[in-house]
Nanobody, 124 residues
């Protein structure tokens, strides 16, 4: 199974930027749809961004379009999430996610294909 380790979270002011990294092992990310899921305190998990295993096409939640960019470096087996123009409502734990299709990234019942999460806090 694929194993995922996130890094790059932290505290940033409104309007600032952060870049999250997700290092994968055990499997090659080119065989997986990869993405980022976040969970804010007291809220459900929500899909943020994903990248297709087949052609690398990116998908975004509407309220992050134009601010966040997902990318992958297959040679490093790593996925990234560049987050710009951050807002307090972006505050959450961000989880790296890998699954067999873009649609299954939002199958939160899957037990495999999750990182441990990294905290992103945006101060106002």
């Amino acid at each position: 199974q694929i194993r995922l380790v996130e890094s790059g979270g932290g505290l940033v002011q409104t309007g600032g930027s952060l870049k999250l990294s997700c290092a994968a092992s055990g499997r090659t990310i080119s065989d997986y749809a990869m993405g980022w899921i976040r969970q804010a305190p007291g809220k459900d998990r929500e899909f943020v961004a994903g990248i297709s295993e087949s052609n690398g096409q990116a998908y975004y939640k509407d309220n992050v379009k134009g601010r966040f960019t997902i990318s992958r470096d297959i040679s490093k087996n790593t996925v990234y999430l560049q987050m710009n123009s951050l807002k307090p409502e972006d505050t959450a734990v961000y989880y790296c996610r890998g699954s067999r299709s873009i649609e299954r990234l939002e199958d939160y019942s899957e037990r495999t294909g999750w990182g441990q999460g990294t905290q992103v806090t945006v101060s106002s």
